[in-house]
């Protein structure tokens, strides 16, 4: 019995390939339409990835930063930090001379040249802090009350940056879903209607097929199949359309970083994803062969 | 049984007959008699208006869509245009109803050449339909039909296309089916061909019952 199944799935796969190989010109344009419409929302995804890969690590988001005002002395800003290390409140600080601070500019933003020409140091001091874990109400309140003291400048809230690019992120995650969807929405079109021609196409031999007793299922079968191939060799493609994309965008990507002083590189879509992206295709051609069969083979009935 | 076709034609009209277990019967008529209905309605191609057919003692009545497939597993049917796969040598063509019934390739094997060699054509199961007679795609057509062992074979015009002698020599394959014990119910006009074997003819006219030779 399950011998019998295997079989008969093997040959509705055999089938299935040889048939692409039968029109390989149409079979292979079908292929590329299915490529493209996965390769887009996939290479948006790993766009998102990469981009929230430049997102500091999460602990830093609830760090402030303190800007002291430009006349406060090294020595005062010290025991300020220490000072307000000491609250309850706080984790830790650390205090970041104005010397500091140019000398990690410098290193870290490519504007060496033009820092060296500067005659004196435009830098504030700088205490960076770590609250404790709290309410976002209470950081505000911490940041006001901090805001307040004397030879305090401003007081940034490093969260807040990191909640924008999150929020672009989250934007951005679901204009790529959104993308998703109608490709996903595409790729069943295409295959169905593929599907739709080809039971068209062989319409007498389902006809004698139904004659000699074949069941609903050994006919929709090598269909389905047919379907399954064309996802799954689809999302193949797409594969190699990403992996082409990101070998292209490689050299700029690392020009650029080297330029910013930066040691980023591009994440690459892990086994994982591509994983998703074949099943997802396959899944896809089945299920678009599936509804065009459904659709159409019943109503070819011999006579 | 009575079959009216949508518009109120009339194609068969209370006819009712016996065929045997093991029994061969031309259905003989002119052209409109309704020998095709009757087949279509063993076939479950079509459904009687009226009336009942048993197949086995099976009331095909009964049977849901779903279960059409199985029941039709069991008939063997050859057509006037043969209906072959073009895209397939004889072998497969001859293979599909055991391919659909599950055997094993080995099983297939050997039903296949069993039944290419009743007819004759064993030397061709290589070939392509299409590269042979007209005579020759009709006994691959009966090859198939008969490789599923079925419990009974009906024919529609079998011999239509061809010629008087290969006519008769279709027709004497068919007799000697029923001489190895195959049930077999074949539709033909041609009387002379008929009268020439001596066997059991039913005779449509206008979709009644006009005689029946014996039972």
Redesign the interface.
């Known amino acids: 019995m399950i011998?019998?199944w295997f079989?008969?799935h093997a040959?509705s796969l055999a089938g299935a390939f040889g048939r692409l190989g039968n029109t390989p010109l149409g079979a292979l344009l079908n292929i590329l339409v299915v490529a493209i419409a996965l390769a887009l929302p996939a290479a948006m995804q790993v766009l998102l990835t990469n981009v929230a890969g430049m997102a500091p690590a999460f602990e830093d988001a609830a760090d402030f930063t303190v800007y002291l005002e430009l006349t406060v002395e090294e020595d005062r800003g010290r025991d300020l930090a220490q000072a307000i290390g000491a609250r309850a409140d706080i984790e830790s600080t650390r205090f970041i001379s104005n010397i500091e601070g140019l000398s990690e500019l410098r290193t870290r933003s490519g504007f060496g040249g033009a820092l060296d020409s500067l005659t004196e140091n435009p830098l504030p001091h700088v205490i960076k802090l770590r609250p404790r874990p709290a309410t976002i109400e209470r950081l505000d309140a911490l940041a006001t009350e901090l805001d307040a003291l004397d030879s305090v400048e401003f007081v940034q809230l490093d969260r807040q940056w990191v909640e924008r690019l999150q929020a672009i992120l989250a934007l951005g995650g679901r204009m790529a879903d959104i993308v998703t969807a109608l490709l996903a929405a595409a790729v069943l079109l295409v295959i169905g209607n593929t599907i739709r021609l080809e039971i068209n196409n062989r319409r007498?031999?389902i006809?004698?097929?139904?004659?000699?007793?074949?069941?609903?299922g050994?006919i929709r079968r090598p269909f389905l199949y047919t379907g399954f191939c064309l996802g799954l060799l689809g999302a193949l493609c797409a594969v190699v359309l990403i992996a082409a994309g990101l070998l292209l965008v490689a050299g700029p990507v690392s020009d650029l970083a080297t330029l910013y002083a930066t040691d980023f590189t591009l994440a690459r879509p892990g086994l994982r994803s591509i994983g998703i992206l074949l099943g997802g295709g396959a899944l896809l051609g089945w299920v678009g062969a599936w509804i065009a069969a459904a659709r159409h083979l019943r109503a070819i009935?011999?006579? | 049984m009575q079959k009216r076709y949508p518009g109120g034609r009339e194609a068969l009209a209370g006819v009712s007959f016996e065929l045997a277990r093991g029994e061969l019967a031309f259905l003989t008529g002119p052209s409109g008699a309704g020998k095709s209905t009757l087949l279509k309605l063993i076939?479950l191609?079509e459904r009687p208006t009226r009336g009942t057919v048993l197949v086995n003692g099976q009331n095909t009545s009964r049977l849901t869509r779903?279960r059409i497939?199985?029941?039709?597993?069991?008939?063997g049917?050859v057509f006037q245009d043969h209906?072959?796969?073009y895209?397939r040598s004889v072998f497969d063509n001859v293979a599909?109803?055991l391919?659909?019934?599950?055997m094993?390739?080995r099983e297939i094997g050997k039903r296949v050449r069993a039944s290419l060699d009743q007819v004759g054509l064993l030397d061709r199961e290589s070939h392509r339909p299409i590269t042979l007679s007209t005579g020759e795609q009709q006994r691959v057509g009966i090859a198939?039909a008969v490789a599923?062992r079925p419990d009974v074979l009906i024919a529609d015009e079998p011999t239509g296309n061809l010629d008087p002698e290969l006519s008769l020599e279709i027709m004497r394959l068919f007799v000697r089916f029923h001489e190895v014990g195959v049930t077999l119910l074949i539709a033909t006009h041609d009387l002379d061909l008929v009268a020439q074997l001596g066997q059991r003819r039913i005779q449509l006219v206008g979709g009644r019952l006009a005689g029946d030779s014996g039972a």
């Open positions: 011998a019998r079989r008969l040959q007498t031999e006809e004698v097929l139904k004659l000699v007793g074949a069941t609903d050994f009935e011999p006579v | 076939a191609i779903r497939p199985k029941y039709r597993q069991r008939i049917v209906k072959l796969l895209d599909v109803p391919v659909i019934a599950g094993t390739p198939r599923g």
